[in-house]
């Protein structure tokens, strides 16, 4: 396990819940992290879960006080590098743009388009350029062991497609979902950026896991997504989410053999990682 920044407990495996996914582990020990973009979401709540040791923060705060283009998201990774966490999962709801992924599939999407705008999505702003390749945008490896996890669950996941990541709050007009689904995107929600490339930026594997809660508007015809919606179908697979994720964290290697831990190789950083 990589040593954490002094003083503060250790773990190697960081969970950020989402919507309805406001806590995660038992007999926890809960720390305040500060950073030097402030506080994160909640208090992060580290245990053991499957021999291993988990930081589990929830992105909206655990009354769901931050909306998507609040969210402190560079304080959150921060804060969990700090901690020594190295492997990243994130489950999402998000909506579908194409029938065939119905309200209770999971997905993990292999790409993703940032729709977007006006949200810090860089720890390297000043003193040196510091360029990542963010072609893949999620770890390899976590993908390939969530889809395998999901599948011995017995929750056959959709294996890719692409994440659309909208600024939010509000949900998309008919056009716009046309649109994005006319594109081939398959997904849509509005936290999966800036969340994943701050995690590439500081060397940090990130796996989402999304759950789709709905059809978005220009895929079914009616009233359109609503908060209502989203929870009420979050909280009908909570369970087998968490149960996923749980064995997803026990099944992470170690030790990372993925390019995420290799990103920032040989480059002169202009701040000091925790
Ligand atoms: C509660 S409806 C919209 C909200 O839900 C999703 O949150 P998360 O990605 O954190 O699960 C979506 O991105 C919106 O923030
Ligand atoms: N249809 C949708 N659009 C954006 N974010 C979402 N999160 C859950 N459903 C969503």
């Known amino acids: 396990m990589t040593t954490p920044s002094a003083s503060l407990p250790a773990a190697e495996i960081g969970v950020i819940g989402g919507s309805g996914f406001y806590s995660f582990l038992d007999d926890i020990e809960e720390v305040q992290v500060d950073t030097p973009y402030g506080l994160p979401s909640d208090r992060i709540a580290i245990g053991d879960l499957g021999g291993r040791r988990v930081a589990f923060v929830p992105r909206h705060g655990r009354d769901h006080r931050y909306p998507p283009h609040k969210i402190p998201y560079r304080a959150n990774l921060w804060a969990l590098r700090s901690l020594g966490v190295r492997q990243v999962l994130a489950p999402s709801a998000v909506g579908s743009l194409t029938p065939a992924y119905g309200p209770g599939t999971l997905a993990v999407p292999d790409q993703f388009v940032d729709r977007t705008s006006g949200r810090a999505q860089t720890y390297y702003d000043e003193n040196a350029a510091i360029h990542v390749s963010f072609a893949d945008p999620y770890c390899p490896v976590g993908r390939t062991v969530a889809v395998e996890t999901a599948r011995k669950a017995e929750w056959e996941p959709v294996d890719g497609g692409t994440l659309v990541v909208i600024e939010g709050p509000r ?77 997803v964290v026990s099944s992470l290697p170690a030790d990372r053999t993925c390019p995420c831990a290799r990103t920032l190789d040989g480059m002169t950083l202009p701040l000091e990682l925790p």
């Not at 979902?177 to 594109?183: C, F, G, K, L």
């Not at 081939?184 to 594997?205: D, F, K, Q, S």
């Not at 989203?230 to 989410?241: E, H, M, P, S």
């Open 171 to 247: 949900f998309s007009t008919r056009a716009e979902s046309r649109w994005y689904a006319a594109q081939g995107w398959t997904l849509v929600g509005m936290t999966g950026h800036p969340e994943a490339v701050l995690a590439r930026e500081l060397a940090l594997c990130y796996t989402p896991l999304c759950l789709v809660t709905d059809l978005d508007a220009g895929i079914e015809e009616g009233e359109g997504v609503t908060m209502e919606e989203v929870y009420r179908v979050f909280a009908q697979n909570i369970d087998r989410l968490r149960a996923v994720v749980s064995d």
